[in-house]
């Protein structure tokens, strides 16, 4: 049953793909693998799109043993020779250099890299005390229902807010000076109806709760292969991608009629 399931997988996994996707959403989840005689957690990314007839539909799931971006240029290489040719948007987490690595390859392409990653790298350098109001402040830095918003205004909410808690934080002055603050702002650019739909990577951590779940069932995976086949064949069988996002076309930069 296992060697039909991996055939079944890698076919599905190597399967032509449209010309064109408007979104691709791109996330790691860290299982327990084992190689040779020692066990540790290993990073499956998936490569999550939304198509242009508003469906969703899994483009890839791989393996690397820790997290970057060093690899991801054979992983472009791979879906365009698998039939994609453009991108609109590209959602990842805080991958190292993934914007240079995605323009490379997608001309046309934007980069938008997930806020409640940085949400939480900003948590993790706070005490319990300081928390909370660091939630609300980011909340009021990430907004997504104001028309009128921009990319400009929002990169001035985030100087004001890593300016108030570097006082109690000196690292914060260190995230004000990251050079790529400005991706995490993209979504700004778009119709305002989605922002709340591209601002972070969540649709892919929906997914990952199932992977998780199947592979914790059966502990310490005895090896990569084995991952990515359940982990495949658990995104092959999810069924709710086939229903339509209600209003994600309201963007028409990314949704051309």
């Not at 055939?7 to 599905?12: H, N, P, R, Y």
């Not at 914790?216 to 982990?231: C, F, I």
Request: proline fraction near 3%; charge should be positive; aromatic fraction near 12%.
């Amino acid at each position: 049953m296992f060697d039909y399931a991996r055939e079944e997988v890698s076919e599905w996994l190597q399967r032509r793909l449209d010309s064109y996707y408007p979104i691709l959403y791109i996330d790691a989840t860290f299982i327990p693998t084992r190689r040779v005689d020692s066990v540790s957690k290993e990073a499956y990314f998936t490569i999550l799109a939304v198509k242009a007839d508003m469906t969703r539909e899994v483009l890839a799931v791989v393996n690397n043993p820790t997290e970057g971006s060093s690899f991801w240029n054979d992983i472009l290489i791979g879906l365009k020779a698998r039939g994609v040719k453009e991108v609109g948007l590209v959602v990842s987490d805080g991958l190292s250099g993934i914007e240079t690595v995605v323009q490379n390859h997608f001309k046309m392409a934007e980069v938008q890299l997930c806020t409640v990653h940085l949400q939480r790298e900003c948590q993790k350098r706070a005490k319990a005390i300081h928390k909370a109001e660091i939630a609300d402040d980011l909340k009021r830095v990430f907004v997504c229902d104001e028309k009128d918003d921009s990319v400009r205004k929002g990169l001035g909410r985030w100087g004001r807010f890593c300016e108030k808690w570097r006082k109690h934080y000196p690292s914060f002055g260190n995230i004000l000076k990251n050079g790529r603050a400005q991706y995490y702002f993209t979504y700004l650019n778009y119709d305002y109806h989605i922002r709340s739909m591209i601002y972070t990577t969540n649709w892919i951590e929906r997914l990952q709760k199932d992977f998780r779940r199947v592979t914790k069932m059966r502990g310490a995976m005895p090896n990569d292969e084995s991952v990515l086949t359940l982990m495949g064949k658990t995104a092959m069988d999810k069924n709710s991608y086939g229903r339509q996002l209600p209003r994600i076309d309201y963007d028409k930069t990314l949704f051309p009629d």
